[in-house]
């Protein structure tokens, strides 16, 4: 029997109000931590408001939604199947001759596009907003006044002082070993007031050991005339080992960017790996979120309403939720060290919970 545009509209109705509500309520406790978490961090700190850290926790919650948003899927489809199983909608479903797949397609078919829209739409703007969140961390919570970005338009660099502000720029950049060497180097001195005050311009550079070598420099500054140095030595911050740390988070990219960034950041001898694993990763969420909803169909469409019955397959299908997730993070983990390939640490978490949840529903349906 082929199931009605009708029911399939119900039941996608019923489900995507489960769905809001529960990741409503996820999103809230989330939110209200990290304001407790933010406020134990600026703890002693009278100049911080209360607005800026209500402002930081806004701005760090979409990245947020898209870590609880596999709960929330599960936990919806729960919601949604045992309300229509106990109100005998489903039984009445089943006694018509609508399978299980059947019910399920609508469900499956709206996750998918709610996946592919959070990936192609909403990770732009929580990335966006997540990258906002780490430079007020950085200059609120940290007190750093360094910034760092490496993109296809070279490396740029930002830091100093109270006093002093040095703004850098590399058309090229290129990792040897533990030497960053830059080609294009153009390094801009401004003072407190953020006034140009001192122009180096320099044929090519390294950066090692916390000091930067420039070759062919020319000098420029306010009032007099150019002044060419053979060879210039700089103190900076920047090190190679604070270049990676600056990646350390490849969430603060959109979907749209990682590809063409790991491609600029490999060709200039950079290890990408982190970046990798989270675009394979942000590939394969609508396949997690599918899978999690028939995970939550094993649990849900014939649940036991006795005493004791309902409780354990609560228990059971949260248990199963976490172990996907703790599975996810331990695979992700591999996939990071290079003890598996990116592509199946980062595809194999949604492809086994699918696999689990498919083989338990054929079982109950077909067993």
Same mark, same amino acid.
Request: aromatic share 10%.
């Given at each position: 029997?082929?199931?009605?545009?009708?029911?399939?509209?119900?039941?996608?109705?019923?489900?995507?109000?489960?769905?809001?509500?529960?990741?409503?309520?996820?999103?809230?406790?989330?939110?209200?931590?990290?304001?407790?978490?933010?406020?134990?961090?600026?703890?002693?700190?009278?100049?911080?408001?209360?607005?800026?850290?209500?402002?930081?926790?806004?701005?760090?919650?979409?990245?947020?939604?898209?870590?609880?948003?596999?709960?929330?899927?599960?936990?919806?489809?729960?919601?949604?199947?045992?309300?229509?199983?106990?109100?005998?909608?489903?039984?009445?479903?089943?006694?018509?001759?609508?399978?299980?797949?059947?019910? @399920?397609?609508?469900?499956? !078919?709206? $996750?998918?596009? &709610?996946?592919?829209? %959070?990936?192609?739409?909403?990770?732009?703007? =929580? /990335?966006?907003?997540?990258?906002?969140?780490?430079?007020?961390?950085?200059?609120?919570?940290?007190?750093?006044?360094?910034?760092?970005?490496?993109?296809?338009?070279?490396?740029?660099?930002?830091?100093?002082?109270?006093?002093?502000?040095?703004?850098?720029?590399?058309?090229?950049?290129?990792?040897?070993?533990?030497? @960053?060497?830059?080609?294009? !180097?153009? $390094?801009?001195? &401004?003072?407190?007031? %953020?006034?140009?005050?001192?122009?180096?311009? =320099? /044929?090519?550079?390294?950066?090692?050991?916390?000091?930067?070598?420039?070759?062919?420099?020319?000098?420029?500054?306010?009032?007099?005339?150019?002044?060419?140095?053979?060879?210039?030595?700089?103190?900076?911050?920047?090190?190679?080992?604070?270049?990676?740390?600056?990646?350390?988070?490849?969430?603060?990219?959109?979907?749209?960017?990682?590809?063409?960034?790991?491609?600029?950041?490999?060709?200039?001898?950079?290890?990408?790996?982190?970046?990798?694993?989270?675009?394979?990763?942000?590939?394969?969420?609508?396949?997690?979120?599918?899978?999690?909803?028939?995970?939550?169909?094993?649990?849900?469409?014939?649940?036991?309403?006795?005493?004791?019955?309902?409780?354990?397959?609560?228990?059971?299908?949260?248990?199963?939720?976490?172990?996907?997730?703790?599975?996810?993070?331990?695979?992700?983990?591999?996939?990071?060290?290079?003890?598996?390939?990116?592509?199946?640490?980062?595809?194999?978490?949604?492809?086994?919970?699918?696999?689990?949840?498919?083989?338990?529903?054929?079982?109950?349906?077909?067993?």
């Amino acid at each position: 029997m082929r199931l009605s545009h009708t029911l399939s509209a119900y039941i996608g109705r019923q489900f995507l109000l489960a769905f809001a509500s529960v990741l409503a309520v996820i999103l809230g406790v989330v939110f209200l931590f990290d304001i407790i978490e933010l406020i134990r961090r600026a703890a002693g700190r009278g100049d911080l408001g209360v607005f800026n850290l209500v402002a930081m926790a806004l701005l760090k919650l979409p990245q947020m939604m898209h870590t609880v948003l596999p709960f929330a899927v599960m936990i919806g489809a729960m919601v949604a199947f045992w309300r229509l199983t106990r109100t005998h909608e489903l039984v009445v479903a089943r006694s018509a001759g609508i399978s299980a797949w059947q019910f @399920l397609t609508p469900v499956l !078919v709206l $996750v998918a596009g &709610l996946g592919v829209i %959070e990936l192609t739409a909403f990770n732009p703007m =929580a /990335a966006t907003m997540y990258g906002r969140f780490q430079k007020m961390e950085d200059e609120i919570l940290l007190g750093k006044t360094s910034a760092l970005d490496v993109s296809e338009m070279g490396l740029w660099l930002r830091e100093g002082d109270a006093q002093r502000q040095i703004v850098l720029h590399a058309d090229q950049v290129q990792q040897e070993l533990l030497t @960053l060497n830059l080609r294009g !180097v153009h $390094v801009f001195v &401004l003072n407190a007031e %953020e006034h140009f005050t001192r122009r180096l311009s =320099a /044929a090519s550079g390294r950066l090692a050991d916390g000091v930067l070598e420039l070759t062919d420099v020319w000098e420029m500054e306010g009032g007099k005339s150019s002044v060419h140095h053979p060879a210039l030595k700089l103190a900076t911050e920047l090190t190679l080992e604070r270049v990676h740390d600056n990646f350390a988070s490849p969430e603060t990219m959109s979907f749209w960017q990682l590809p063409a960034f790991i491609t600029f950041f490999e060709k200039a001898g950079f290890a990408a790996t982190k970046h990798r694993m989270h675009f394979q990763s942000l590939l394969s969420s609508p396949l997690l979120y599918c899978a999690m909803v028939l995970v939550a169909a094993v649990f849900s469409l014939r649940p036991n309403m006795r005493a004791g019955g309902l409780l354990m397959r609560v228990g059971g299908g949260v248990a199963a939720g976490f172990g996907i997730y703790f599975f996810n993070k331990i695979i992700y983990a591999f996939g990071l060290s290079a003890t598996l390939p990116q592509g199946l640490a980062a595809w194999s978490p949604a492809l086994v919970a699918g696999l689990i949840g498919v083989s338990g529903l054929l079982h109950l349906e077909d067993g």
